[in-house]
């Protein structure tokens, strides 16, 4: 067992396949930049790509080692803890908001649950998350279970926090990503509070909040503003990291 909690790589394939991309750009370039009888165009097109390709793979790599550590911090201290809550980490993977919830509680209890799907995310099992909270110190506090997030195996108004970190960009189908967020609502408890983290759909998220009841439902930037926006420059525009906050009426 790792002397420090490892939260995982995220998106490995896609993080692999750039770095192979990068490494065919430069090669390219240098390939082009030994036998050319051509213009210099073609072997700035190449370099320009593969650089390209580098930089999305490295600050995928910076975000799984250093960002989502920053993001989870931002997103558990955005709420209020007392010590008592019960929280729930939707998709809750190796166990970064799980495990960052149930350091903040005393009493209180953080349970995770995921399907763990292979390759979204190295190492991703619910061995490992509970590893993490064991080298954290909160093993007593953490519970993880199998489970669809479309249909949480929970009573209405079961949980005084639920939280989510790059869950909702993972369901293609709009109708299913509002039944995901109704069903983070059902279970939380009057006066709870929701917030998640995502890179698209978010202003989609606001919407369907605000329209089952969540009337204090926004989303702001999350992460340094380096972070945000190298993430808008480097993915034209398509990638904008927000957290979505809301609370549960209690009336």
Known sequence: MASQPDYGVDSP????SLFILSGIGIGA??????????PLLGEIAFLAAGIYFFLGAAG?????????????????????????????????????????AARRLTTGTAVGLDRWVAGSLIGNRPEAALDNASLEGVLD??????????????????????????????VNNRTEREQ?????????????????????FTGECVGVLQGIGIADARRAR???????????????????TYQVTGGKPSG
């Not at 930049?33 to 051509?38: D, G, H, I, T």
């Not at 955005?78 to 729930?88: H, K, P």
């Open 29 to 38: 370039a240098l390939m082009w930049n030994l036998y050319r009888k051509a």
């Open 222 to 240: 999350v992460g340094s503003s380096f972070s945000f926006w190298f993430g808008v420059v480097i993915n034209f525009g398509l990638v904008q």
């Open 60 to 100: 995928m790599l910076i975000y799984s080692k250093v960002g989502k550590l920053h993001i989870r911090d931002e997103i558990l201290e955005s709420i209020i803890w007392r010590g008592n809550e019960t929280a729930l980490d939707v998709g809750c993977g190796r166990g970064l908001l799980l495990v960052g």
């Open 180 to 200: 995901i967020l109704r069903e983070m609502v059902r279970v939380l408890k009057p006066g709870g509070r929701l917030s998640l983290v995502d890179f698209i």
């Open 141 to 170: 506090r953490v519970e993880v279970m199998r489970g669809d997030i479309r249909q949480l195996p929970f009573g209405g108004d079961s949980y005084d926090v639920v939280m989510s970190n790059f869950v909702v960009h993972e």
């Open 13 to 16: 394939f896609i993080v692999a």
